[in-house]
């Protein structure tokens, strides 16, 4: 049976394009060749850098027998989370009502019809820990197709009806005020750990969504424990394993509560999301540490994961090659004293173990440590150290690297570009500015159709078939936004609106506001998805109600804005309830109450240093969401500088909210204080 990945643009489905198993991708001739042979589908869900789907693939698709049995029983589809996130959550909102859990790989069993009967995730060669082999499932699944034919339909029907009777509306409710956003507060202080920093226990992952909203909070109404708990989470996930303490940049996850050992997948958006919010803590606070991730950060995405054309890479693999042809989680990364020894000398090797918490019984596998950054650490010479530093970050690049997943996910890079240009902004790093353009630039080439639509990835310089989802309009519009602020160029504010056109008319309903990941003139699935949580990153729904509300007041809109304040009503249902699962959507909230302000700098040209001032000034400003438009007085790039003249021919800052404004100033300190700066 012939395997269909090999012409695929997903290096997911590349990976599995060798598989005797006969793939088949998505596709209406997938379900077409199950009802011709009367078979079920196998659906199995996974991505490139997820450690179990390449345990899966290696003990159960690349064995003949298994293969033999799945394609004289089944037609087997493989899907990549990435590229089609619409089918992953569908099928993903059902294996987690059916079994409480779920995770990657996937495995969904499928009528023809699409419609879902039985549920899992991975599967062992051999019965383990009281799971059946997968041979088992295979097996247990064919029988009960071949002998109770009728009580899979009646079951797959269920399922499909009780999806269904999910749908959300949210678009009669408000947008949360005082209350909701001090009851968030309050349940995220509920749930916060004290000791180590972050939300819940074990495995612990970087909330960067929620501290945008401490951040947020903390500036609009001063709460001093707001900005504790961002502030204190920050420090320990940065001198934790959690952080690449050589090369910059975020790993998936700690599997500890201490933030020790990282699951050592690293996730494009992962590292924009959090990028930025070390860039805004260090706004907040002026902290040496948050500079100094927020940069390291930024370089790493620009080194590691920038792609030829411009655009950023998704992921960087957990595992790699240890050096024996094993393909191990975390070899690239993990030390042993005596590795230290080999690079450094005995003297230096010390002092890098006692400095990075390197120890002889190792704090990972085999003896091996993750470096971190303890906590009682004592006086180091910094010349020194950055030396040990540096000899260890070369001899680590002489190591075999983590395989890259080089599709540019628009939403992802959409999340890379506002964290690039925000970040090159603040620390007048116009190179990380440069990149942000470039990657916007890719996208409005390469991914943007004449009506606006985007396509949801690309590779290599050429466009996916995917169409792109809620969630990749609204990033993209964030993405966007952002490049108008700091660049002053105002036809990123018309990409964006464009986007946003998108959104009103093809991803909301009519009605109600209530908001779908898919377009009304998308793929029918068995149900149109629809999830506002911000899980690893922000919902469609939220992004959108943030991007929507940040052209609102770039523009003066007021659909924009009534349909900013509709889609967070699920925010004020779901904020005081779940504060950690809706942290983006809180984090808009506060934009919102706080207007958001609305800051146009007009000067007699971009480069003249009281332009520049002023306009840096204002994107140091901590007041939340707040958009900047910066141009000449004559300029028509943004409607916030129409009528704004320069002050006794001076530079001038105009600041509005909730249709009144301040007296325009001259002064940038002025400025710093409208602005909570």
Request: one cysteine or more; proline letters at 6%; glycine letters at 10%.
């Amino acid at each position: 049976m012939p395997n269909r990945l090999a012409h695929e643009t997903s290096p997911y489905l590349l990976q599995h394009a060798d598989n005797p198993v006969g793939w088949w991708p998505w596709t209406p001739g997938a379900f077409e060749e199950a009802r011709k042979r009367n078979v079920p589908v196998l659906l199995s869900v996974g991505y490139s850098s997820c450690h179990w789907c390449h345990v899966m693939a290696h003990e159960s698709f690349e064995d003949r027998d298994t293969a033999d049995y799945l394609n004289a029983h089944f037609v087997s589809v493989k899907v990549d989370r990435e590229e089609r996130p619409d089918v992953d959550a569908v099928y993903m909102e059902a294996v987690q009502a059916a079994t409480g859990q779920g995770g990657w790989p996937m495995t969904v069993f499928l009528t023809p019809d699409a419609e879902p009967f039985y549920f899992g995730t991975y599967f062992p060669p051999a019965p383990r820990h009281g799971m059946p082999s997968f041979r088992q499932v295979l097996q247990g699944v064919h029988q009960a197709w071949e002998e109770r034919r009728d009580e899979v339909g009646e079951v797959a029907g269920k399922i499909v009806r009780e999806l269904a009777a999910r749908e959300l509306s949210f678009g009669d409710a408000r947008a949360p005020g005082e209350q909701e956003l001090a009851q968030a507060l309050l349940g995220l202080t509920r749930e916060y750990d004290p000791q180590r920093g972050g939300f819940g226990g074990a495995p612990k992952f970087p909330p960067s969504m929620v501290i945008e909203f401490l951040l947020r909070h903390h500036a609009r109404t001063g709460a001093e424990g707001a900005l504790q708990m961002a502030r204190d989470t920050c420090e320990r996930m940065a001198r934790g394993g959690l952080y690449d303490q050589l090369g910059g940049g975020f790993a998936r996850y700690s599997v500890d509560r201490d933030w020790v050992v990282p699951h050592f997948e690293k996730m494009l958006y992962d590292n924009a999301l959090l990028c930025r919010v070390y860039t805004h803590l260090w706004r907040a606070t002026g902290s040496a540490l948050a500079r100094r991730v927020a940069l390291e950060t930024a370089d790493f995405m620009v080194r590691e994961l920038r792609t030829p054309e411009g655009g950023f890479a998704s992921a960087l693999d957990a595992d790699s090659d240890d050096g024996t042809g094993r393909h191990v989680e975390g070899a690239h990364y993990v030390w042993t004293p005596a590795q230290l020894r080999e690079v450094l000398g005995e003297q230096d090797a010390e002092l890098a173990a006692r400095y990075f918490g390197v120890t002889q019984q190792g704090t990972f596998e085999e003896g091996a440590s993750v470096l971190q950054l303890p906590q009682e650490e004592g006086v180091f010479d910094a010349e020194r150290v950055e030396s040990v530093r540096a000899r260890l970050f070369a001899a680590r690049a002489a190591r075999p690297a983590p395989g890259r997943d080089d599709k540019v996910v628009a939403a992802w890079n959409g999340l890379a570009i506002a964290a690039l240009a925000e970040t090159g902004a603040l620390f007048e790093r116009p190179d990380l500015v440069e990149a942000a353009v470039a990657a916007g630039d890719l996208l409005v080439r390469l991914h943007l159709d004449e009506l606006g639509r985007i396509a949801r990835t690309s590779k290599d310089g050429h466009v996916g078939a995917n169409a792109g989802v809620l969630e990749d309009y609204a990033d993209v519009a964030e993405g966007f936004l952002a490049l108008a602020s700091v660049t002053g160029e105002g036809v990123w504010l018309e990409f964006a609106g464009l986007l946003l056109d998108h959104v009103l008319t093809r991803f909301a309903d009519p009605e109600s506001g209530t908001l779908y990941d898919t377009a009304a003139d998308a793929e029918r699935l068995i149900r149109r998805p629809q999830d506002p949580t911000d899980n690893a990153t922000p919902s469609g729904w939220t992004a959108a109600a943030g991007a929507l509300l940040g052209y609102a007041a770039h523009t003066g809109s007021a659909p924009h804005r009534t349909a900013a304040e509709r889609a967070l009503g699920v925010v004020k249902a779901l904020g005081p309830r779940v504060p950690r699962f809706i942290g983006w959507g809180l984090a808009v909230a506060e934009a919102a109450l706080d207007g958001p302000r609305e800051v146009a700098v007009v000067g007699p040209a971009l480069d003249d240093p009281g332009t520049r001032a002023l306009h840096r000034t204002a994107l140091l400003g901590t007041a939340p969401g707040a958009v900047v438009a910066v141009g000449t007085p004559e300029s028509d790039e943004f409607p916030l500088l129409a009528d704004r003249p320069l002050v006794g021919g001076e530079p001038a800052a105009y600041v509005c909210r909730n249709f009144t404004c301040d007296a325009p100033t001259t002064d940038p300190d002025r400025l710093r204080v409208a602005l909570g700066g």
